[in-house]
């Protein structure tokens, strides 16, 4: 019997929870949260309120509730340096070191060790510590994106067309980056559809999961700012409506690579998440980026379907023996979409901005699956933050059918919330493919 502990609290750690008590070696659940996630607290045996900073205090729950592994959650812990403080006291986790997590906290990182070890996928880019040469630059591209380096929530990337027109905007953007980090990645825009590419890695064996597609954006039709995500939809054949498993076997062998690469650069074996956001170009699938955790919301498209035991999944990562595990999922359709604050996203001075802090009541939602984000348990009920509320998940053998449960669902939270009615409906998919149609792939 396994004590597992959990750090994170939203709704990926939720998934993440249920994966881990539902397997057959009936392991303990200790979970160190910064807030109170009913979801999570339901599925553990005890649960520790604290910082992700404070590395003596998860140190010492840790060993107060000795336990055997550890799972990070989010990305803040593993840029604080938790997995390196828990190996101290002799617990391995599923999740990098500081060193490795810079695959997500560090763009130019990421960027410089693709283009180093001649890995495919890289668009063109730059990495710039000040304005110097950005307007020059800019002007090769035809279209541009804006990233800072370093940590911004899923939020702080800015593409042409999209969050600003000219180049005048773009140099303006990049002025006020540097004030806030410490460089600036400028890349080229690419034309094509995104999708996400959670990977497992043991340092040496990289296994893929289903593929996912994310819609960032807060409102219907691709409209709006840009979000930690709305929700996301996969498909029963573990490809996507407008892509073949020519293009996931793409993103798996760049993933696999990469993975070779680190070692190499670093003598250090990367045990965790590697999801890699892609792009599929007329030009073959591009590398957008590396998180080195669990995507949320696309963590509760793939764990739901997992049919291999994850607390064998979790040893065999740390083990470094995943390479002797028969990785299974379900062949189903999953489709989540995130209930939000009517005021998530928007701007402080907007009508509906102040919406959050509410409560909301939770009818019968049918045969889907609920995970909580960020609400608050209180006596009275449950209550919502300024910050996505509940991930509500449809499965079933079709992408239709686990929209409709989906979408059901959605109809029994009541409450002052706001969700993307459209994820997984067949005009937003029909859309997906025939822009894909049109940039001549």
Do not use: W
């Not at 939809?233 to 573990?238: F, G, I, T, V």
């Amino acid at each position: 019997m396994f004590n597992v502990l959990l750090i994170g609290n939203g709704a990926r750690e939720h998934a993440i929870a249920e994966a881990v008590v539902q397997s057959g070696h009936k392991p303990k659940l200790f979970s160190f949260m910064k807030a109170n996630n009913p979801g999570i607290a339901s599925l553990s045996q005890k649960i520790h309120i604290g910082s992700y900073s404070d590395l003596a205090a998860v140190k010492a729950y840790a060993k107060e509730c000795r336990i055997d592994f550890a799972i990070i959650g989010p990305e803040d812990p593993l840029n604080n340096g938790v997995v390196d403080a828990l190996k101290e006291i002799g617990v391995p986790a599923v999740g990098p070191t500081k060193n490795l997590a810079r695959l997500e906290t560090s763009k130019s990182f990421t960027r410089d060790l693709v283009r180093k070890y001649n890995i495919p996928g890289n668009p063109k880019f730059r990495i710039f510590t000040s304005m110097e040469g950005i307007k020059e630059f800019l002007d090769e591209l035809d279209g541009i994106v804006v990233k800072p380096d370093g940590l911004t929530g899923g939020k702080g990337v800015m593409v042409q067309g999209d969050h600003f027109q000219t180049k005048e905007e773009a140099l303006a953007y990049c002025k006020q980056v540097l004030t806030e980090h410490p460089s600036v990645i400028i890349d080229e825009r690419l034309e094509g559809e995104e999708f996400s590419l959670q990977c497992l890695c043991d340092g040496k064996t990289v296994v893929v999961t289903p593929p996912v597609q994310d819609h960032k954006r807060r409102f219907v039709d691709d409209k709006g700012p840009n979000t930690g995500g709305m929700g996301s939809y996969s498909c029963e054949d573990h490809a996507l409506p407008f892509m073949t498993q020519r293009e996931v076997t793409e993103g798996l062998a760049i993933t696999q690579k990469v993975a070779e690469a680190i070692y190499k650069e670093t003598g250090e074996y990367y045990k965790g998440v590697m999801y890699g956001g892609f792009i599929i170009t007329k030009s073959g699938v591009k590398l957008l980026e590396y998180n080195a955790r669990f995507g949320d919301p696309e963590a509760m498209n793939t764990l739901p379907l997992l049919k291999t035991d994850f607390v064998d999944v979790c040893k065999a990562i740390i083990d470094g023996t995943l390479d002797t595990l028969n990785m299974e999922f379900e062949k189903k359709a999953t489709v989540c979409k995130y209930a939000v604050p009517k005021g998530y996203g928007l701007p402080k001075d907007h009508p509906d901005a102040q919406s959050t802090s509410a409560r909301v009541e939770i009818g019968n939602v049918g045969e889907a699956r609920l995970y909580y984000a960020s609400v608050d348990k209180r006596e009275d009920g449950l209550y919502m933050s300024t910050s996505r509320a509940i991930g509500v998940v449809g499965i079933a053998d079709t992408l239709s059918e686990a929209e409709r449960i989906a979408e059901n669902a959605m109809s029994a939270i009541k409450g002052p919330i706001d969700h993307r009615p459209d994820i997984g409906t067949e005009p937003l998919i029909n859309r997906r493919i025939l822009h894909m149609q049109q940039i001549g792939r």
